[in-house]
C-alpha cells in the first residue's frame, strides 16, 4: 500500500510536472509565434524603409542635378550679363569717340563760317578780281 500510496505520488507529482511542462512549451510556442510575427513585421519595415531610401536617394539625385542644371544656368546668365556689360561700354566708348569727332567736326565748321564770313566782309570786289584773274587765265595770287 505504501509503496501504491508512493507511486501515486510520483504519478501525481510526474503529472503536474508534466502539466506545467505542458504550459511553458505553450508558452514558449507563443512566443516563439509572437516573435516570428514581429519579425516578419521587422523584415516588412526593413523591406519598407530600404524602398523609400532609395526613393529618397533618386530624389536627392534629381535634386542635385536640378540644382547642376541651376547652376549652369546661372554661370551661362552671369556670362552674358558680363559680355553684355561689355558691350556696354565698348559701345559707350564709342559714342564718346563720336561725339568728339562730332565736336571736331563742328568746331572745324565754325572755323570754315568764320572764315566764310571774314572773306565776305572783305568784300566782293576781292571775289570779283579773283574771278577776273582767272577769265584772263591767270592763277590767283596767294
Known sequence: REDAARSARAVDQASAHARRLRGELEEAR???????????????????????????????????????????????????????ARAAEAAAAARDRKALQLSDMAAIVRELQGALARAERRGDGVAASLGAERACGGEPRP
Open 30 to 84: 507563443a512566443v516563439r509565434l509572437s516573435m516570428a510575427d514581429r519579425m516578419r513585421d521587422l523584415e516588412a519595415d526593413l523591406a519598407e524603409a530600404r524602398a523609400r531610401g532609395a526613393e529618397l536617394e533618386r530624389g536627392m539625385r534629381e535634386t542635385e542635378a536640378a540644382v547642376d542644371a541651376l547652376l549652369g544656368k546661372a554661370l551661362r546668365l552671369e556670362d552674358m550679363a558680363l559680355a553684355s
